[in-house]
């Protein structure tokens, strides 16, 4: 089971930390992803992290975002810095099994509730 959180309002330019925490399996052993949906938009890939801890990133949100764990707290966090307008979305954490950090959301078994980030012009 996931656990998203850390959603809000906040102004372009900012700053939020999404948090995700699993139950159930260690966040080592799952790869794990976070995708994002804006109204009227399909679900995207932001980012994920191996097993290994190893992280890749789509190209929009490159340099800003950061994807980390702490293996203590089984949480994977996403670190948003230099918020835009367009990072306006409903982020999910997910979660699936395998070898292959994948970017397709139907790669993924596990599916946290989302949490709503909302950037201000």
């Known amino acids: 089971q996931l656990q998203a959180s850390g959603g809000g309002l906040v102004q372009s330019g900012a700053s939020l930390r999404l948090s995700c925490a699993l139950s159930?399996?260690?966040?080592?052993?799952?790869?794990m992803g976070w995708f994002r949906q804006a109204p009227g938009k399909e679900r995207e890939f932001v980012g994920g992290?191996?097993?290994?801890?190893?992280?890749i990133y789509a190209d929009s949100v490159k340099g800003r975002f950061t994807i980390s764990r702490d293996n203590a707290k089984n949480t994977v966090y996403l670190q948003m810095n230099s918020l835009k307008p367009e990072d306006t979305a409903i982020y999910y954490c997910?979660?699936?099994?395998?070898?292959?950090?994948?970017?397709?959301?139907?790669?993924?078994?596990?599916w946290g509730q989302g949490t709503l980030v909302t950037v201000s012009s």
């Open positions: 159930g399996r260690t966040v080592r052993s799952i790869i």
């Open positions: 997910a979660g699936r099994g395998g070898a292959d950090l994948l970017i397709t959301a139907t790669s993924y078994t596990y």
């Open positions: 992290i191996t097993r290994s801890a190893n992280t």
